[in-house]
């Protein structure tokens, strides 16, 4: 699916507004010139027998993201219907681009949506220059040519669609308020981004209207500045109503040319065309429930009329997105994660939730969407550990050995064991340090477990016998309790401040397992069988799944 992914970014960087002529084996077609909001248009083309999937993209007239979608050929043709949105902010009235493009070869086409009642306009949008009841509009009798900008960022700038003004913006100890344009995009001047730059301690902020994400609005800046917040190692925040995306120094590479400019679209609408991304990427698997919230960030480079888009950041997006309080309510956070949404399949993300919010880190931009993954295995049915092994294979920490089967009462490795417990270190977002040679003797370099066990030394987790980690061997109770505990410490583990265990086997524990093994069941990790701790037995799967269910706070994705 990485190759997938892949190739889909290096496709769309080469899709830009700009026609591109391709060669007769690549064609292009729409069904209609002109639609109407709440009809359908069908896209339509041919490729050669061999070509790859083709990324089709809608771009409105204000040159945000419409549509986009990966569609595979059948027999030399593809076809796809899309559904123009009642919405006006979603649709509104105007010249729509269609790109397509497969095997580096692209094609495009135009049409419009237009008013039912004739003009091309929408009567009811104040922002568009046709409507004459816009204040800011030269040819209205109430005002005769005033068109200064307005600092109020009503949408009053009326501006160059290439350029922007150098004071286009506000700024206050480092947080900024962008300037609205007459064609709706959200502005911030050269001048203002130096103030702010020059203001800020670690980070600039964009507030951006609380209705952004709702109504996919873009906001332009000059590419410039984010080579002057490289300089000074300042972070780019935006913010809407009480969601952040926060972009790293350098994390966006991007040309200092004085006449480029950076566009950032935002959308968090489930709009038709998200549901039926959404719903192609997940047709395959029914395990996977949506839950209606869903993330799209587009980047741009922009120089003149040529547009490159920005999909792979030079260092990860930190994203905090509020829940509505419907929203919080029908979720189930112990099997709700995010999910990259790609149109054919979905990658598993991760991310936490708290108070209301769900955070993950972002290494590319395009659709991101929280999902339950409820899934079950026959060999669970009624289990006592069914619940904590459903929870953690939608954190995808564990799997089953097939599709059907978990094989609750396996024993497991301590090769298994500790790859398991990295895996919820990485969930948890803890940053393995950097491992030094491999201290382990009988651990080879190629091992599907080495970078796993060598991290989990690294951290002090596990330390080996005498030069040897015997990663093979079926891990004992005992082991197994020692690198919990020394995994717990990476974890705000609430005690449940029990006594010291009285197992009738105590005196079998072995000395350098004791202390860890009081540890454990006084912070309510294990409990033993009721009687007797059996340090010397096996551990089973499902008995792993309980433990390690026991170190993640409750309300995590």
């Known amino acids: 699916m990485k190759k997938y992914i892949a190739a889909i970014m290096a496709l769309l960087f080469v899709l830009s507004p700009v026609s591109a002529r391709a060669a007769a084996s690549f064609t292009l077609a729409l069904s209609v010139d002109e639609v109407q909001r709440g009809e359908e248009i069908q896209l339509s083309g041919t490729v050669t027998n061999n070509a790859k999937d083709v990324v089709v993209k809608i771009i409105r007239p204000n040159q945000t993201t419409f549509y986009i ?192 400019r950076i566009r950032i679209d935002l959308n968090t609408a489930l709009t038709s065309d998200a549901k039926s991304l959404l719903n192609q990427s997940l047709q395959s698997n029914p395990d996977y429930k949506s839950t209606g919230v869903i993330l799209s ?136 340090p950097q491992a030094g040679s491999n201290p382990f003797s009988d651990v080879a370099a190629n091992a599907y477990y080495t970078e796993q066990v060598t991290g989990a030394a690294s951290l002090g987790i596990v330390s080996g016998y005498n030069g040897a980690f015997r990663p093979n061997d079926i891990i004992t109770r005992e082991e197994a309790v020692v690198a919990l505990v020394q995994t717990a410490k990476y974890f705000n583990v609430v005690g449940a401040n029990k006594a010291e265990p009285a197992f009738a086997d105590t005196n079998d524990i072995s000395s350098w397992a004791a202390a860890a093994v009081n540890q454990a069941w006084s912070k309510g990790l294990i409990e033993g069988d009721g009687a007797r701790f059996n340090p010397k037995s096996s551990v089973t799967r499902a008995e792993v799944a309980v433990m390690i269910t026991r170190l993640l706070p409750n309300g995590s994705l």
Not at 86 to 101: E, I, R, W
Not at 143 to 157: E, I, L, M, R, V
């Open 69 to 260: 979608n990966a569609i595979t050929p059948v027999q030399g043709s593809y076809t796809a219907k899309v559904t123009i949105p009642d919405d006006k902010d979603f649709a509104p009235f105007g010249l729509y681009q269609v790109v397509a493009g497969s095997d580096n070869l692209t094609e495009t086409k135009n049409f419009k949506v237009i008013d039912p009642n004739g003009g091309g306009t929408d009567p009811t949008d104040p922002t568009d220059p046709g409507n004459p009841t816009d204040p800011t509009n030269p040819g209205n009798p109430s005002n005769p040519g005033d068109t200064q900008p307005d600092d109020s960022g009503s949408g009053s700038t009326p501006t160059d669609p290439n350029t922007i003004p150098t004071n286009a913006g506000k700024t206050a100890d480092g947080i900024v308020q962008p300037e609205k344009s007459t064609d709706g995009r959200y502005l911030l001047g050269s001048e203002t981004m130096n103030q702010a730059i020059q203001q800020a301690k670690d980070s600039v902020t964009v507030q951006l209207p609380a209705a952004t994400g709702d109504a996919g609005t873009a906001l332009e800046l000059p590419a410039k500045s984010l080579q002057d917040l490289k300089d000074k190692n300042l972070d780019l925040i935006l913010t809407y109503e009480n969601s952040t995306v926060r972009f790293p120094a350098s994390a966006i590479s991007a040309s200092g040319e004085q006449q480029s």
């Open 297 to 432: 960030v587009e980047i741009k480079l922009i120089t003149g009329d040529n547009a490159v888009e920005i999909h792979h950041l030079d260092k990860p997006a930190v994203v905090t997105m509020a829940l509505t309080e419907e929203q919080e309510k029908a979720i189930r956070s112990d099997l709700a994660g995010v999910y990259h949404v790609n149109g054919t399949n979905v990658e598993y993300v991760g991310g936490t939730v708290s108070k209301g919010t769900f955070t993950f880190t972002a290494e590319h931009f395009s659709y991101y969407t929280i999902l339950e993954y409820n899934k079950t295995f026959a060999d669970l049915a009624g289990h006592w550990a069914a619940k904590s092994v459903q929870s953690l294979a939608a954190k995808q920490i564990v799997e089953g050995v097939d599709e059907q089967h978990y094989e609750p009462n396996r024993s497991i490795t301590r090769a298994e064991f500790v790859t398991l417990l990295m895996r919820t270190l990485k969930w948890s977002g803890h940053t393995t």
